[in-house]
């Protein structure tokens, strides 16, 4: 006979190892798993008092845990708010507003902007880019000016409206799940031949510190730059930007495109659609607050200090997460075996 709550906890040991047992062999089918569960056999207590005795301590170890993954998560949440927090001050100018006072070099740094010279002449320009559209005012410093994608951009190239002739080695070609806020994720990556990778540059090769900017799909509105030393094609759903070096970072243009600023116009043009997807038209006017040079170097390094940290705190609460898991997956162990 079992005590029910002690039967449970049973049943919690059987499944972790057959769980384990599929993992180990590469997966298991549903009739695989009920084969293991008839056969898997585990040591337990015979005395109902005994049983109950194991599983009051259970009980009260995995409510402990349970109190203490909950704080987990809250804290990697906190951090991940932080990270929103930082990006939100960074492009209305809060989190360099410390150096504006202190700075002697902040005013009249924009110049380049209004200059007719940042925009006639390009060969990628027909007539003067449009102002921002925005759907509520923009603050900022007084000494920023508010721009668009297309006045600090020579280039801006739609991908290819083809699907990549994959290989199964060559140059890489981007997805849009390689792209994380900032930056590429190189990790899994597809290839195609030389011959496809020069058709799909014909109209700009993607260079270091090029933006791409995902516009299209379930990976909507989201930034990441060009890394150095590094040869890639574009994929579909993705557009990329060469920006005016004279008047941007890209470091600090990709942060504005990945900012709450942009993600509510991301939200406005594309509603609730069930395939949703930005037109080139409405990206080029998107509202980007600019900084001088000057001060877009210094709010690049404080995000960058800032995400460092950021980082730290996520790795040390995803371990402090499976660290509990796997304290939960020992006791159990432990109460099934007697080591109680």
Same mark, same amino acid.
């Given at each position: 006979m079992f005590f029910a709550d002690f039967f449970g906890y049973m049943l919690m040991v059987i499944e972790d190892a057959i769980t384990d047992a599929g993992e180990g062999c590469g997966g298991q089918t549903e009739l695989g798993r009920r084969v293991l569960a008839e056969r898997f056999s585990v040591r337990y207590p015979k005395s109902l008092d005994e049983q109950q005795r194991i599983a009051g301590i259970l009980?009260?170890?995995?409510?402990?845990?349970?109190?203490? =993954? /909950?704080?987990?998560?809250?804290? &990697?949440?906190?951090?991940?708010?932080? $990270?929103?927090? +930082?990006?939100?001050?960074?492009?209305?100018?809060?989190?360099?507003?410390?150096?504006?006072?202190?700075?002697?070099?902040?005013?009249?740094?924009?110049?380049?902007?209004?200059?007719?010279?940042?925009?006639?002449?390009?060969?990628?320009?027909?007539?003067?880019?449009?102002?921002?559209?925005?759907?509520?005012p923009v603050e900022m410093p007084d000494s920023w000016a508010l721009a668009t994608p297309e006045a600090i951009a020579t280039h801006i190239v739609d991908c290819p409206h083809s699907t990549p002739r994959w290989t199964h080695s060559g140059v890489a070609c981007l997805r849009?799940?390689?792209?994380?806020?900032?930056?590429?994720?190189?990790?899994?990556?597809?290839?195609?031949?030389?011959?496809?990778?020069?058709?799909?540059?014909?109209?700009?090769?993607?260079?270091?510190?090029?933006?791409?900017?995902? =516009? /299209?799909?379930?990976?909507?509105? &989201?930034?990441?730059?060009?890394?150095? $030393?590094?040869? +890639?094609?574009?994929?579909?759903?993705?557009m990329q930007l060469r920006l005016d070096s004279l008047v941007v970072l890209p470091e600090y243009f990709a942060s504005v495109l990945n900012s709450s600023l942009i993600l509510s116009q991301v939200t406005r043009l594309t509603g609730g659609a069930a395939a949703p997807h930005l037109n080139i038209r409405d990206i080029k006017a998107f509202p980007i607050p600019l900084p001088p040079l000057s001060e877009q170097r210094v709010i690049v390094a404080m995000l960058a200090r800032v995400n460092a940290e950021i980082q730290r705190l996520e790795v040390a609460y995803r371990r402090k997460l499976a660290a509990l898991d796997e304290l939960k997956r020992s006791l159990l162990h432990q109460a099934c075996s007697g080591q109680l």
């Open positions: 009980d009260e170890a995995f409510e402990g845990i349970a109190m203490a =993954r /909950e704080n987990a998560e809250k804290n &990697l949440r906190n951090a991940r708010a932080l $990270s929103e927090t +930082a990006l939100t001050a960074a492009v209305g100018g809060a989190l360099t507003a410390d150096w504006r006072r202190t700075s002697r070099t902040s005013a009249g740094a924009c110049r380049p902007l209004s200059d007719e010279r940042s925009w006639r002449g390009r060969e990628t320009r027909a007539r003067e880019p449009r102002r921002p559209v925005v759907d509520r849009t799940t390689n792209f994380r806020a900032g930056f590429l994720d190189l990790e899994s990556l597809r290839f195609v031949s030389e011959e496809t990778y020069q058709e799909r540059i014909a109209r700009l090769e993607p260079e270091p510190g090029d933006v791409l900017y995902s =516009r /299209e799909g379930g990976i909507l509105g &989201l930034a990441c730059i060009m890394p150095p $030393s590094f040869k +890639a094609c574009l994929g579909q759903r993705m």
